[in-house]
């Protein structure tokens, strides 16, 4: 069964600097996806990013960044010129390719960004 | 942009009664799924469907949970005889047939359970 790990149950970050939340799943399937969701106080669920196992270049979405390691199978997001707009719950997710299309979620990373 | 609609955001209810939640999934998908989050806790799968069945369901999903599509439009939720424990935000979700990996999420439903 696949799981997801997030180590980091909050987290902080000055405006405008840059910090990284991790993310680590356990898979034995070879083709799949992983996602980043920002989970506001409204509690929509929002993508921010998402990679195909399949592709060597990580994902980039304007400030919003990953590192996407298949061998150590991390899969953490970098967020650049923190906003306080970013303040929120961030969950990562995976999906297989094959057989189910079920997101497993990490238990999230709450992030505050402070003035 | 086209969205996944919810409603109602917030529903409160008697142990034991019945409730339905509603969805309007973006007008082009084919795959609807629902989801539940506890409060403060992970978002957890609770079942998908496709084709007017049901493709997959979790543990969660047990007798007192049902899903229908009754119309093209709606699909819903429905909770039987409502616990205490199913006071969660339930959130619903669809995508398309290509894409299926990417999911489009409504705002949720609040559900209270006293």
């Known amino acids: 069964a696949q799981t997801v790990t997030q180590s980091q149950p909050e987290m902080s970050v000055q405006e405008a600097e840059t910090v990284t939340l991790s993310c680590t799943y356990d898979?034995?399937?070879?083709?799949?996806?992983l996602f980043w969701y920002k989970q506001p106080p409204s509690r929509q669920m929002i993508l921010v990013i998402r990679?195909?196992?399949?592709?060597?270049q990580n994902a980039t979405e304007n400030r919003f960044s990953v590192n996407f390691q298949k061998a150590a199978k991390s899969f953490s997001l970098k967020i650049s010129d923190s906003q306080l707009g970013d303040t929120a719950m961030y969950f990562c997710?995976?999906?297989?390719?094959?057989?189910?299309?079920?997101?497993?979620f990490g238990t999230g990373t709450r992030l505050k960004v402070l003035a | 942009e086209p969205e996944v609609t919810q409603t109602p955001s917030h529903q409160v209810t008697q142990m034991g009664q019945e409730v339905i939640l509603r969805c309007v999934p973006i007008s082009n998908h084919l795959y609807f799924y629902w989801y539940r989050q506890i409060l403060g806790q992970k978002v957890e799968f609770l079942v998908s469907f496709y084709n007017n069945e049901i493709s997959e369901k979790s543990e969660i999903f047990d007798d007192q949970f049902s899903v229908e599509r009754p119309d093209g439009s709606n699909f819903t939720l429905k909770i039987r005889s409502t616990k205490l424990e199913d006071s969660a935000m339930y959130f619903c979700a669809s995508s398309e047939f290509r894409g299926r990996e990417k999911l489009f999420f409504g705002s949720g439903t609040q559900l209270s359970v006293l």
């Open positions: 898979t034995s399937e070879n083709n799949y996806y």
């Open positions: 990679q195909e196992a399949y592709k060597q």
């Open positions: 997710a995976f999906m297989k390719t094959s057989g189910t299309y079920k997101y497993i």
